[in-house]
């Protein structure tokens, strides 16, 4: 069974930063691809950011990229979400998600994910 558990969401001022993490507990051996999304209320779930099983490649929402970065350290290490420079329309509820890949695989649609966490909360207070 795959485990997805994020954390450090919270609640942050604008301009301020978090990152997020999410710990993927899967098969031994396995490369996991792992995405970030974010749905608000009332809105459309959003793909923030994305990175492949081994972590060497990565992608980022364009719309974020000057603010957001994904990392891993290694293939069996947490995938890291730090954010900066936040801001109010950032505010929503923060998910990783997980699928079976390649070491290279990197995945930005969210219905080709198959194992999800519950979410994390992140609001920016103005």
Sequence with gaps: QVQLIESGGGLVQVGGSLRLSCTVSGRAGQYYAVGWFRQAPGK???????????????????????????????????????MNSLKPE???????????????????????????????QVTVAS
């Excluded at 060497?56 to 891993?72: E, G, H, L, Q």
């Excluded at 890949?101 to 080709?112: E, F, L, P």
């Design 44 to 82: 459309e779930r959003e793909t923030v950011a994305a990175i492949s099983g081994s972590g060497s490649a990565t992608f980022v929402n364009y719309s974020m990229k000057d603010r957001f970065a994904i990392s891993k350290d290694n293939a069996n290490e947490p995938v890291y979400l730090q």
């Design 90 to 120: 950032d505010t929503a509820l923060y998910s990783c998600a997980a699928v079976e890949a390649t070491a290279m695989g990197i995945i930005t649609q969210s219905d080709r994910y198959t194992y999800w966490g519950r979410g994390t």
